[in-house]
C-alpha cells in the first residue's frame, strides 16, 4: 500500500484546464453520442440520467479523445468499469439536475494505480471543486449522513460510504464564504479540514484533467441541468 502510493504521488500533478480542447463540431458529437447512448440509470428522485461511455457508438470520438488525451498525460490506459460483454466502457455521462456531494474517484480494484480523471463540459453553466487534500483508499463517498453510511450493499461501480475523512485532514473550520458560494449542497462540517485547490467554471470546449487522489465535488451552481462526461485513466 505505501509503495503504491509513493508510485502514485510520483505521477502527481496541478489540476489542468485545456481551453479550446474540442471545437464545436466535435462538442455536438459527443452530445449526438450522449443521445444516443442507452441509459443506465434514470434516479427521478435525485433526478440525475446516466449513461455509460460504451465503445462502438463512435469510434470517431474515442480516438480523438484517447490521441489527445495522451498528447496531455503521455502514457495511460483506461481504468473503467466493464459493460455486460466485458468490454471497457470510456467513461460516464451524466445528466444532472442538483449537485453531487463530496467523494474520490480513486478506483474500484486496489491492485490498479490509478492516474488521472478528465472532466468535459456539454453544457455551460457549472462548476467543479476540486480540493488540495488526497485520498488513495479506493472511490468513496464522503458523508455524514447515517443513513447514507448505513448503504452497504453497492452495485458494481459503486462509491462506498465513508467518514473517514473527517479524522484525516485537521479540524481547521471550512472556508465559509467558499460554502456560500459554491457549497451549499454540504453540511460544512462534513468540510472540516479541506481547502480548495481550484475551482473549475465549466466551459463548452474546454477539458479538465486531474489526480484522481483529489476530494471533489460539484458546486451548488447549476442553472436547469448540466451535462458532462467523466473519464478515468489509470498507469
Ligand atoms: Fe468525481
Known sequence: MEEKREKMKKFESPPKVLKNFFNKEEINDFLDLYKKLPTTVHNKKQNVIKKRWLQGYSEKLEKLFSDRLKSEIGEFKMDNLQDDNGKDIYGLIQESY????LHVD????????VYKQTLIPLT???????????????STSF???????????LSYGQN?????????Y????FDKKIHEKYLTHENIENLKGLEVEFIYEWEVGSMLIFDRSHLHCSSSVIEGKKIGIATFTKK
Not at 480513486?106 to 494505480?113: D, Y
Not at 455551460?124 to 488513495?136: A, E
Request: glycine residues 12%; positive net charge; charged residues 30%.
Open 143 to 153: 458523508t455524514l449522513d447515517k443513513e447514507e453510511l448505513k448503504k452497504k450493499n
Open 106 to 113: 480513486a478506483g474500484f480494484n486496489p491492485e490498479n494505480l
Open 124 to 138: 455551460p453553466v457549472g462548476s467543479t471543486v476540486i480540493f488540495k487534500n488526497r485520498f488513495y483508499g479506493g
Open 160 to 168: 462506498k460510504r465513508s467518514s473517514e475523512h473527517i479524522n484525516l
Open 170 to 173: 485537521g479540524e481547521k473550520p
Open 98 to 101: 442538483s449537485p453531487i456531494g
